[in-house]
Nanobody, 114 residues
Framework: VQLQASGGGLVQAGGSLRLSCAAS????????MGWYRQAPGKQREMVVA???????NYADSVKGRFTISRNNAKNTVYLQMNSLKPEDTAVYYCNANIYARDYWGQGTQVTVSS
């Protein structure tokens, strides 16, 4: 299973970015997919997860600003990030939990300037 994340970049505070995570396998039956992030000197933290039924769980710090979605036909998960803040700066990783095993994408850098 390979996950290819893309869409990161440099944006000013208040701006938006859309991350994509393309999987090498069908995600139709994958119960948990999500996005994590890791800022310099900090531990990796969950940003948001989505189940196969479409249920979501957002970190408090991104609620109301970030939206996760999945397109099973394209085997892709998206993260729409609006109203970005400098504290959102981090490497963002796509995650898929398949049969209790975690798979990770390579990470995509998001930098928000003040």
């Amino acid at each position: 299973v390979q996950l290819q994340a893309s869409g990161g970049g440099l944006v000013q505070a208040g701006g938006s970015l859309r991350l994509s995570c393309a999987a090498s396998v069908s995600i139709f039956g994958v119960n948990f997919m999500g996005w994590y992030r890791q800022a310099p000197g900090k531990q990796r933290e969950m940003v948001v997860a989505i189940t196969s039924a479409g249920s979501t769980n957002y970190a408090d710090s991104v609620k109301g600003r970030f939206t996760i979605s999945r397109n099973n036909a394209k085997n892709t998960v998206y993260l729409q990030m609006n109203s970005l803040k400098p504290e959102d700066t981090a490497v963002y990783y796509c995650n898929a939990n398949i049969y209790a095993r975690d798979y990770w994408g390579q990470g995509t850098q998001v930098t928000v300037s003040s």
